[in-house]
């Protein structure tokens, strides 16, 4: 059985790829329906999809990024218009699932591909709501944990058994507490400093999920990379938002459920509403997805000359 995968995987390179990418769209597909119901607390199962109008969605109509295309982005039903949100998740979640199968072994891959998920609920959940929900911060550190100590390979780990289920456990354990202990120190400071709330308690228990994954280079890469690439990226997007006006962002219907209110609340003062769990996410994800090693070396060269040699 094996020993077929591997030929399959060497002399059709492009077979698993592609088949990575697919379930990446189609899991991408599910990450949609979380994203809008586990804030609302529905089941993300029951019932099945149902277009704005109360129309059940079959199943030959809810294909990842296809049904889009082909029905150029309206129901069937009743030609409600389908936001571009649900196939941009659902390509973003196949192209980051190739992009870890593409730079790890299998087995660390399909780990990151779970962390992939997590990442993505939890930024579209922060940008919808503001919000970071337990089941995806504290669940994904616990799931990080265990995860660590089954497949210490996900922290590079290689040794004798036991041995190296104990220190993959270490390292997640050790990620998780400095990542979550960091964001806490700079959200106190923040506090003080700003006299407003910067960072929330969701985001405290989202760099420890982080870290769980990553070690601890990764959740405080995550911080500080994040915050770098926030000031660069998003604060200019966001301003130019503000300034062209809510208006141009707001005629997607949704897709799944016709109950939807929050969005017109949100009309608090600009600076008090920029998510940071995005970019705490999108720098996790640089780091899994290669920017480690350089991290890590940098890491490594800054301890270096504060202790000497
Ligand atoms: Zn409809």
Not at 160 to 182: D, H, K, R, Y
Not at 272 to 301: S, W
Request: charged share 15%.
């Amino acid at each position: 059985m094996i020993e077929t995968l591997e030929f399959i995987n060497e002399d059709f390179p492009w077979f698993f790829t592609s088949l990575v990418f697919v379930l990446g769209t189609i899991v991408g597909s599910f990450l949609n329906v979380c994203i809008y119901r586990i804030p609302v607390e529905r089941s993300v199962v029951f019932p099945g999809s149902t277009c704005a109008c109360g129309q059940p969605i079959p199943w030959y109509h809810n294909l990842p990024i296809l049904t889009w295309l082909i029905l150029r982005g309206r129901a069937s039903c009743c030609g409600a218009k389908f936001s571009v949100r649900y196939p941009a998740i659902e390509l973003l979640t196949g192209l980051l699932f190739l992009a870890s199968w593409l730079t790890h072994s299998p087995v660390v891959a399909f780990i990151g591909m779970l962390y992939i998920a997590f990442l993505i609920c939890s930024t579209f959940i922060d940008f919808d709501h503001m919000i970071i929900p337990d089941r995806f911060s504290i669940g994904g550190m616990v799931i990080g944990v265990v995860l660590s100590i089954v497949f210490p390979s996900l922290h590079g780990i290689d040794g004798l058994p036991i041995v190296e289920n104990i220190q993959g456990g270490v390292i997640s354990v050790m990620g998780a507490l400095i990542g979550a202990g960091l964001v806490y120190w700079i959200a106190v400071l923040g506090e003080i400093v700003f006299r407003k709330p910067a960072m929330g308690e969701g985001d405290v228990k989202f760099v420890g999920f982080i870290g769980a994954f990553c070690g601890w280079q990764g959740a405080v890469f995550a911080m500080f990379g994040g915050a770098l690439i926030g000031s660069i990226v998003l604060l200019p997007i966001l301003v130019i938002g503000r300034l062209l006006g809510k208006g141009a962002a707001e005629p997607d219907a949704p897709l799944i459920d016709p109950v939807e209110g929050e969005e017109e609340e949100e009309t608090v003062e600009f600076g008090a509403q920029v998510p940071f769990g995005p970019m705490l996410a999108v720098a996790g994800l640089l780091y899994f997805l290669g920017a480690d090693r350089y991290v890590d070396a940098y890491f490594a060269d800054f301890a270096l000359s504060f202790f000497g040699r």
